[in-house]
């Protein structure tokens, strides 16, 4: 038999809203938990099945990749009851196009390669999305989770019964409206470590930065403050790809800071297509595992340099007015320790090329 569950979900100050839901039809009991995260999927609201609690989040207007949703579905059925062929399909096309099969944690594609067996949950996190104007306008919208239920060898479809889960949020505040960019070295942003905190976290090489401290896993500091690090960490990895990963920190920090001062570094001419540089060289080369060779004929450690180190184009605001002295005893204290960033976080993934 065939069973359908619709999750209703009003998109537009990133508030969401969400109730998880259950459904049973005779021996085929299924459950499913939508979880939305506004901070680029470190944290989710609402997880649970069925606990009556609205969940909320919030995050600022054109920040990059803030925006994450995630689906949990389970089979409670007794023993011998499988769920096949399950698929969500989003009504606001801006969220995902196609039906989405849920297949694997680590896979969007292909047929479903093996069925949801009587306790077991399958769970997919979509891509980070900018919480912007165009992914609001198309709110509310329904995702329709749909599955196969079969206790013998034959799969009958029947009527499809529908339920709703109801989740809201809005795109506001600060950035990303105008042009404009603001600049500073990896050298800056590793010695002032309370002012990186406020962008956190990040997506930067693969990893979701959350932290500034020195030894600590998924660190802006670790990325930006390293000494002999690539002979001394197992990694063994290449100096050319932890300056690459430098690079990058700086360059994701400063499109984020000018972002919430309501700049875009992107629609700046003397900086158009850092958007792209970001994309090529730390959202894909960098996590790559690349050859140390490969990595400076990229030009990406270049170019960004270029980049971290060019004038200002947007006014000083908050923080960056008067940010005071350099603090360098978390930049000092990674300097050499022979620690990396690893993969934290479901999702994240940076492989470092040898050395």
Known sequence: ???????????????????????????????????????????????????????????????????????????????????????????????????????????????????????????????????????????????????????????????????????????????????GCLTYTPGFWGTHPEIAQMFLPLKSCGLTITSTQAGANSSSTEDMCYGNDFITDKANTSPQQLQLARQCMAATLNVAASSRGGGNCDATQSTAGVNALINRCCNTLCPSGAMARDITASGCIDALDAFNNSADTLATYGPFVNPGPANSTQCSAASGNGFVNRPALSGDARTYGPR
């Open 1 to 179: 038999m065939c069973r359908s569950l619709t999750v209703t979900k009003f998109l537009g100050l990133c508030i969401a809203v969400i109730v998880s839901s259950r459904l049973a039809w005779g021996h085929c009991t299924l459950r499913v938990d939508k979880q939305v995260s506004c901070d680029g999927g470190v944290t989710f609201v609402d997880q649970g099945y069925g606990d009556g609690v609205v969940g909320t989040c919030t995050a600022a207007k054109n920040e990059p990749d803030r925006i994450v949703v995630r689906y949990l579905v389970t089979n409670d059925a007794s023993s011998g009851v499988f769920t096949y062929n399950c698929t969500v399909k989003e009504s606001n096309s801006q969220i995902y196009p196609t039906p989405l099969v849920i297949n694997t944690p680590s896979s969007l594609n292909g047929p479903l390669l093996s069925p949801i067996a009587p306790g077991e949950t399958r769970a997919v996190t979509l891509a980070p999305k900018t919480c912007t104007d165009t992914l609001a306008a198309g709110e509310p919208d329904t995702a329709t989770l749909s599955c196969t239920c079969a206790s013998d060898g034959s799969v009958t479809p029947s009527a499809d019964s529908q339920l709703t889960d109801t989740a809201a949020f809005s795109c506001t505040g600060g950035g990303g409206g105008g042009s």
